[in-house]
Structures are given as structure tokens and as C-alpha cells.
């Protein structure tokens, strides 16, 4: 085995299938109908990765991802593929694994501010109109010329509020802000917290560096988010979250031009989800991003049932391809597998249509990319097996696993700082001497810590984290007093603008 390459699996004749690491930023795919193997591909994929050095993000959908933190063990089943595909026993060991989840239940909470997400993906995880996001965008643009923080949805609904309330005198510079459409906003807001989506806003924000993390032997730790209840109860909540992820990476991480290895890898499960009925708008960020990324040693890989559900400014980004059985029993299903046999490189000899529908269990047409980043000819393959544990850990493991995380308590205790809630609040009371000191309207019922010594809005307006995730924001508003020293400055899909930082 190449030390810089990633074993895949081997051919009828031994073979072996492997994908160079320095390629593992070109981005992939990993498609087949459900049953088919996809999920073991996708964790012989992340194993690997983990053992070259490469920290590894990946949705853990159907909860049996996480025997990957476990080592496995030689079963007859097991015995009699190896010796099909001709290779010794994996080193049965389990892998660095940091568990997440964007509720906090059975994972390390993760949280992001509602300026950090932008007007963009909002809108989209509260399926506005385009009016309704005109109206968001607005709002966004109000707070952030008035230097008011929108790190959570109390933030949030206070600024609709103000802007409801002052909307006459802001039409001449904002345009229109419909009543209608701000208390449509404000449904959609409750709707969200009535999921328990409330809680995956505030502070402390996810530090990026908290994913990118190596081992001491050098091993790179697999982050898997629990996404069991997440993809089937929000989709819309999943899909922004990834999104987003995406582009503060393409954001945070300098260029790092060609390298003998990635060093980050996502793995986007259920990719379906992440395109279904988005807008327009949203797929040509989300496109843009994919194609400039890798220029940040990041790769991106989408994991769904076919090809066919990735737009196709998308898929002709992904190099290395790996497809498990498709079905084909109506003329619409022989149709698409002859459409997802023809984004593969001919093989002379091997029908790839056909191939597509006898594949078994565990078996996948793969095409790798060579050293200079052409994709090789399409290769039946058998996916060699995990060395680690296949199927989910137990409840007890997974307690075990957090409560010796160091990361549970950095990110256990909400920080609730001076914001736009705070601020609007404030002025009320200001305005209303008659009625005394007024409390603050009660935010939703969570354990809080007040930041008493970052209270004061920062000249850079609403993309602003608590300390812990300082270390990542980049100076690039200088300039104080000016305009643009007073606007927030988002990414490529939370920006107002459309540009980068």
C-alpha cells in the first residue's frame, strides 16, 4: 500500500483500488439505493482519512456510524470477504472520535450566532418568500448599521420588533418593511423554537479549530454530529447547518495551495436533503464555494441514493466517485442509471449500465483520480472492510466517550452578552421615564452566563463571537468610524452583498 493513499478495495483479481491523498480535496461521491453499503463505505472512507492524518466531519444519519470510535473484531463473514479480496485482516482498533449534536443531548452542543448563519441561509431554514427575505435582509442591514449584535433569536425578534415599530421613518433608506411580512418572519421564528431550534443559536460559537484536530500520535479525530433525529424532524435546520459550516471554513482557512494530504474532509450524508427545494441563490453560493475550497486543503463529499440528486454545476466538482446498486424496475429508473453510468470514464469490457444493477452488498463501481487529477477508468470493486466496529456503540459507550471529551465543558454553559435584545430594551426604558427601569423581556428558559466584561458592541457590528472563538475572526474592518467599520462583514453564503471577506 501507497503510504499516501487511501485503500479502498480490491477487484475480482486482487487488485487493489486506492485513491491518492493528495486528490482527497477534489471532492466525491458516494451513491447506491438504500442497503448497498454506502454507510461502511462511507466509514472505511472516514477510517482512513483519520489514519493519514486527516480530521475528518461527517452527519451521522441512521446512528450506526459511531461504531467507528470501537474497534471491530474477525467474524466468518467477515473472514470470507477478506479472502475474496485477497487482503489480510484489518488492525482491528477503534478511532479518535468527538461526538456532537446541534441540541446538546447526545453530544457536544454546537452553536452558531444568527449573524454568523447571515439573511441568506435564514431565510431558507425559515422558508420565507422572496418578500419575506427582503424584509430579513433589511433587518440585518438596520442592525448592522446601527451596531446592534444579532447573536441569538431573542436578538433576533427584538430587532423585528424595532423595525416594525419605526418602519415609516426607515422606508425612505430600507424600502418597504411590510407588517406583513415581519409578523410572518416572526411565525416562522416560533415555529423554529417550538422545534428546540433556539438552542443551537448564541454563544459560545463553534470554533473551527475545535474540528481540525490531530491526536497526539498523529491520527486525525473524526467528528460525528448526531443527525438521527436532526435530517428526519429538520431538514431544512440540517441542511443550513452544513451549508454554513461550509462556508465559515472557506472563510477562516488561508489558502493552502497543493499538499500531500487534505486538511479537513466533510462528509455530507443524505446530500438530498441539502438541495431539495433550495432557491436558486443558495446553489450558486453553495456551487462557488465547492469549487474554491479545495484551495483550502478541504474536501467535500456527498453521500445520497443518486447522482442525479446533486445539481450538476455540483457534480462535475467531485472526483473521486463511488457507485454502490441502483434499481432499475420502472423505464424512469433504467433511464437514470443510464444517465449516472455515463458520468463515469468507459472501462473497455465492462458494461457500466448493467454493472450498476448487479452490484452486490458491499460492492461499487469506483473511479479514483490519478496524480494529475484525471479520473481513471471505472473499476468494479469490492470495499475492503472497516477495522473498526460496524454498527452503533451502546447509549452507556456513548456516555463514556463524552464525559471524557474536553470539549463538553467548553461548550456546556450558553454566554449571554449585550446584544440587540439588551440594547433595544435599554433604549425603551430610556424613551419611557414614566414607566422606570424596565426589564428585560424573558428570553427562553436556559442556563446562561453573563459576559460582563464584552458588553459593548465591537466596531465590526453583528459577526462578533464570545473569546473562545476570537482566535478565528480575522481583522478585517480596520477602520472604525467608518461606514464599513460599522457593517458586519459575512461570507460567501451569510453575506448581504454577495462578496467574501
Same mark, same amino acid.
Given at each position: 500500500?501507497?503510504?499516501?493513499?487511501? *485503500?479502498?478495495?480490491?477487484?475480482?483479481?486482487?487488485?487493489?483500488?486506492?485513491?491518492?491523498?493528495?486528490?482527497?480535496?477534489?471532492?466525491?461521491?458516494?451513491?447506491?439505493?438504500?442497503?448497498?453499503?454506502?454507510?461502511?463505505?462511507?466509514?472505511?472512507?472516514?477510517?482512513?482519512?483519520?489514519?493519514?492524518? *486527516?480530521?475528518?466531519?461527517?452527519?451521522?444519519?441512521?446512528?450506526?456510524?459511531?461504531?467507528?470510535?470501537?474497534?471491530?473484531?474477525?467474524?466468518?463473514?467477515?473472514?470470507?470477504?477478506?479472502?475474496?479480496?485477497?487482503?489480510?485482516?484489518?488492525?482491528?482498533?477503534?478511532?479518535?472520535?468527538?461526538?456532537?449534536?446541534?441540541?446538546?443531548?447526545?453530544?457536544?452542543?454546537?452553536?452558531?450566532?444568527?449573524?454568523?448563519?447571515?439573511?441568506?441561509?435564514?431565510?431558507?431554514?425559515?422558508?420565507?418568500?422572496?418578500?419575506?427575505?427582503?424584509?430579513?435582509?433589511?433587518?440585518?442591514?438596520?442592525?448592522?448599521?446601527?451596531?446592534?449584535?444579532?447573536?441569538?433569536?431573542?436578538?433576533?425578534?427584538?430587532?423585528?420588533?424595532?423595525?416594525?415599530?419605526?418602519?415609516?421613518?426607515?422606508?425612505?433608506?430600507?424600502?418597504?418593511?411590510?407588517?406583513?411580512?415581519?409578523?410572518?418572519?416572526?411565525?416562522?421564528?416560533?415555529?423554529?423554537?417550538?422545534?428546540?431550534?433556539?438552542?443551537?443559536?448564541?454563544?459560545?460559537?463553534?470554533?473551527?479549530?475545535?474540528?481540525?484536530?490531530?491526536?497526539?500520535?498523529?491520527?486525525?479525530?473524526?467528528?460525528?454530529?448526531?443527525?438521527?433525529?436532526?435530517?428526519?424532524?429538520?431538514?431544512?435546520?440540517?441542511?443550513?447547518?452544513?451549508?454554513?459550516?461550509?462556508?465559515?471554513?472557506?472563510?477562516?482557512?488561508?489558502?493552502?495551495?497543493?499538499?500531500?494530504?487534505?486538511?479537513?474532509?466533510?462528509?455530507?450524508?443524505?446530500?438530498?436533503?441539502?438541495?431539495?427545494?433550495?432557491?436558486?441563490?443558495?446553489?450558486?453560493?453553495?456551487?462557488?464555494?465547492?469549487?474554491?475550497?479545495?484551495?483550502?486543503?478541504?474536501?467535500?463529499?456527498?453521500?445520497?441514493?443518486?447522482?442525479?440528486?446533486?445539481?450538476?454545476?455540483?457534480?462535475?466538482?467531485?472526483?473521486?466517485?463511488?457507485?454502490?446498486?441502483?434499481?432499475?424496475?420502472?423505464?424512469?429508473?433504467?433511464?437514470?442509471?443510464?444517465?449516472?453510468?455515463?458520468?463515469?470514464?468507459?472501462?473497455?469490457?465492462?458494461?457500466?449500465?448493467?454493472?450498476?444493477?448487479?452490484?452486490?452488498?458491499?460492492?461499487?463501481?469506483?473511479?479514483?483520480?490519478?496524480?494529475?487529477?484525471?479520473?481513471?477508468?471505472?473499476?468494479?470493486?469490492?470495499?475492503?472492510?472497516?477495522?473498526?466496529?460496524?454498527?452503533?456503540?451502546?447509549?452507556?459507550? %456513548?456516555?463514556?466517550?463524552?464525559?471524557?471529551?474536553?470539549? %463538553?465543558?467548553?461548550?456546556?454553559?450558553?454566554?449571554?452578552?449585550?446584544?440587540?435584545?439588551?440594547?433595544?430594551?435599554?433604549?425603551?426604558?430610556? %424613551?419611557?421615564?414614566?414607566?422606570?427601569?424596565?426589564?428585560?423581556?424573558?428570553?427562553?428558559?436556559?442556563?446562561?452566563?453573563?459576559?460582563?466584561?464584552?458588553?459593548?458592541?465591537?466596531?465590526?457590528?453583528?459577526?462578533?463571537?464570545?473569546?473562545?472563538?476570537?482566535?478565528?475572526?480575522?481583522? *478585517?474592518?480596520?477602520? *472604525?468610524?467608518?461606514?464599513?467599520?460599522?457593517?458586519?462583514?459575512?461570507?460567501?453564503?451569510?453575506?448581504?452583498?454577495?462578496?467574501?471577506?
Amino acid at each position: 500500500m501507497n503510504a499516501s493513499a487511501l *485503500v479502498i478495495g480490491a477487484t475480482s483479481d486482487g487488485r487493489e483500488i486506492a485513491q491518492l491523498a493528495a486528490m482527497m480535496n477534489r471532492h466525491g461521491l458516494v451513491t447506491g439505493a438504500t442497503g448497498t453499503g454506502k454507510t461502511v463505505t462511507l466509514q472505511v472512507l472516514a477510517e482512513g482519512l483519520s489514519q493519514l492524518g *486527516v480530521p475528518v466531519f461527517t452527519a451521522d444519519i441512521k446512528g450506526d456510524l459511531s461504531g467507528i470510535a470501537d474497534a471491530g473484531r474477525l467474524t466468518p463473514k467477515l473472514a470470507e470477504r477478506l479472502d475474496a479480496l485477497g487482503l489480510p485482516a484489518p488492525a482491528f482498533a477503534g478511532n479518535p472520535v468527538a461526538l456532537w449534536d446541534l441540541f446538546g443531548r447526545t453530544g457536544v452542543p454546537i452553536r452558531m450566532t444568527v449573524s454568523e448563519m447571515g439573511p441568506l441561509l435564514l431565510a431558507r431554514l425559515l422558508d420565507l418568500n422572496d418578500t419575506q427575505t427582503g424584509v430579513l435582509y433589511a433587518t440585518f442591514k438596520i442592525a448592522d448599521d446601527d451596531g446592534l449584535l444579532l447573536l441569538d433569536l431573542a436578538d433576533l425578534r427584538s430587532m423585528l420588533v424595532w423595525v416594525g415599530e419605526n418602519a415609516a421613518a426607515l422606508k425612505l433608506k430600507y424600502g418597504n418593511l411590510s407588517s406583513t411580512s415581519i409578523a410572518a418572519i416572526q411565525r416562522s421564528l416560533l415555529v423554529l423554537e417550538e422545534q428546540g431550534a433556539d438552542v443551537v443559536f448564541g454563544e459560545p460559537a463553534l470554533a473551527l479549530t475545535d474540528l481540525i484536530c490531530t491526536t497526539p500520535d498523529g491520527r486525525g479525530v473524526i467528528n460525528l454530529l448526531d443527525a438521527t433525529k436532526l435530517a428526519a424532524e429538520s431538514p431544512h435546520l440540517y441542511a443550513c447547518f452544513l451549508f454554513w459550516l461550509l462556508s465559515e471554513l472557506f472563510e477562516e482557512l488561508p489558502e493552502r495551495g497543493d499538499a500531500d494530504k487534505p486538511l479537513f474532509v466533510l462528509f455530507f450524508d443524505e446530500a438530498h436533503l441539502l438541495f431539495k427545494g433550495a432557491p436558486k441563490s443558495l446553489v450558486d453560493k453553495i456551487e462557488q464555494v465547492v469549487r474554491l475550497i479545495r484551495s483550502k486543503g478541504v474536501g467535500v463529499f456527498f453521500v445520497t441514493q443518486s447522482p442525479l440528486d446533486i445539481p450538476t454545476t455540483v457534480l462535475g466538482q467531485l472526483g473521486l466517485k463511488i457507485q454502490h446498486a441502483l434499481r432499475a424496475f420502472t423505464p424512469r429508473d433504467q433511464k437514470a442509471v443510464r444517465v449516472v453510468a455515463e458520468t463515469f470514464r468507459a472501462k473497455e469490457g465492462l458494461d457500466t449500465a448493467q454493472a450498476i444493477t448487479e452490484l452486490a452488498t458491499g460492492e461499487a463501481l469506483v473511479s479514483t483520480l490519478d496524480a494529475k487529477g484525471q479520473p481513471t477508468p471505472v473499476e468494479r470493486t469490492l470495499i475492503k472492510p472497516p477495522g473498526s466496529q460496524i454498527g452503533p456503540i451502546t447509549a452507556e459507550r %456513548r456516555q463514556e466517550l463524552l464525559e471524557a471529551s474536553e470539549l %463538553r465543558e467548553r461548550y456546556a454553559t450558553v454566554v449571554d452578552r449585550d446584544s440587540a435584545h439588551e440594547r433595544l430594551t435599554q433604549r425603551a426604558a430610556e %424613551r419611557s421615564e414614566a414607566a422606570g427601569p424596565a426589564a428585560a423581556p424573558p428570553r427562553p428558559a436556559r442556563e446562561t452566563a453573563r459576559d460582563d466584561g464584552d458588553s459593548a458592541p465591537r466596531p465590526r457590528g453583528g459577526y462578533q463571537r464570545q473569546s473562545t472563538g476570537e482566535a478565528l475572526i480575522k481583522s *478585517v474592518v480596520r477602520s *472604525v468610524g467608518s461606514q464599513i467599520g460599522r457593517q458586519v462583514v459575512r461570507g460567501l453564503l451569510g453575506s448581504l452583498f454577495g462578496k467574501s471577506r
